[in-house]
DNA sequence: CAGTGGTCTAGACCACGGT
DNA sequence: CCGTGGTCTAGACCACTGA
């Protein structure tokens, strides 16, 4: 990536997470940037958004741009990200098991909740995630066939994500995920550690590539006790319309 | 608000809403949009890129902008919502009833989760919510009370952020939230029709204002079977730093 | 008042998709 | 090839802040 505005961010960004900005530091303005940078005011404009979007820092007209606080507690485990960024992110070492790599048809109601098509083929992959000797996720993925040719209990042990993004370049556009709290089922019961909970955490996410076409429908169920989820939103009033 | 990219953003928002654009179509190429609206390419950029961030559209190069399916299932009720907007969003009525408040002294450690500073006072509100007439959601806030000098029943019981955003034009800025979910508490069983759930899932945001301070802290607790959070979520790889 | 960010413009060149 | 969106530039004017 050779980006300007991309390199830039990431140039701050790090900045601000190796301290060299610390929280309530001013950044330079947008026009020291553009003379450091050599580039034009939109260009850091850009860059300066991205790192407003991701929590990094806050502009406030006629004065700059402070550095927020971005370690007040462990930071956006959000968008859409596999389970291998988030492990290294929470500095946490995962085990990832594999326990059901298999094909299915897609017909009948069966698996109507997916939002795939009738009459195509799609991966049943069934993971479970330990931490602490203990297996606390299971992770249920559907991925269509047609995306994903070749599938081996080695990539799925590692980490699928980075397969599909880096090595078949498929590029992955956005989700839509919907967190519940649920009874557990017998499957819950036979693959996770849950002690006596008798409810799991349920994240729900339909992922679709950049040709809008839905490719993935995966559901990771936590027990209650280690389920965390942390976001940062900002507000945006004139977004919401009527 | 008379700005330009945001009126664009808004009409075209509209239009997608109200079925004119269904999902699928292209929207008019960003060359046509100026000369409908008369404006500079840049200005109807902004207004696609707030579309594409909030889920409208998606954008392909060489191809343009595709609608998308917005309705799959209920929207956005992620970001920063008050109650009521989102019981306006989700068509339902809720009930809601004024349990507590009060104002508190910040001292020792027995508010020190509410990340507000020493000797600061602060309002306590305990509201429930009711829906089909079953407490489901007890929602816990403390608001800084220099920012917030009056507060009555009313106020609490129709829309705080309303209040807080139109009548004391506080501008809030970003907000830090976890979902978790939890051992129901005393205070749970108190306020909550809880049927035989013994757990809470709990939301637990931090509200910051434009000058990057703290404002407000709020705790929603909620009967797990009638809790839901959705989440639009877009992947930028190159916004994960090493 | 000078300096900051917020909005808007006009124009350039590139990368990609479909013909 | 042309039309699409993606990046970048240079310059203008405004609104807000703080001295």
Chains 1, 2 share one sequence.
């Not at 040719?149 to 599909?164: A, F, P, V």
């Not at 008798?198 to 996410?205: E, I, Y």
């Amino acid at each position: 990536m050779s980006n300007k505005y991309l390199t830039i961010y990431k140039e701050l960004a790090n900045h601000i997470k190796n301290g060299k900005y610390k929280p309530n530091d001013l950044l330079p303005s947008e026009t020291e940037l553009m003379k450091a940078y050599n580039v034009s005011r939109d260009t850091i404009r850009k860059s300066l958004n991205i790192l407003t979007q991701e929590g990094y820092i806050q502009k406030a007209q006629g004065k700059g741009s402070f550095v927020l606080d971005i370690n007040r507690f462990s930071f956006p485990v959000s968008g859409v990200v596999s389970f291998k960024e988030l492990g290294k992110r929470l500095g946490k070492d995962f085990d990832t098991d594999v326990k059901i790599l298999e094909c299915i048809e897609i017909k009948g109601n069966k698996y109507a909740h997916l939002n795939f098509n009738k009459n195509e083929t799609a991966w049943k992959i069934y993971r479970t995630r330990k931490i602490d000797n203990e297996n606390i996720i299971l992770d249920k993925d559907f991925i269509l066939k047609k995306y994903v040719k070749d599938l081996t209990y080695d990539i799925c042990k590692n980490s699928l994500y980075e397969y599909i993004e880096n090595k078949l370049k498929l590029k992955i556009a956005y989700a839509k995920k919907q967190i519940t709290v649920e009874k557990c089922t017998e499957e819950d019961k036979m693959y996770l550690d849950l002690k006596d909970y008798d409810t799991v955490a349920v994240v729900k996410s339909y992922t679709y590539l950049e040709d809008t076409n839905i490719f993935q429908y995966t559901e990771s169920r936590h027990r209650p006790d280690r389920f965390v989820f942390v976001d940062f939103a900002r507000r945006n009033p004139f977004f919401d319309i009527s």
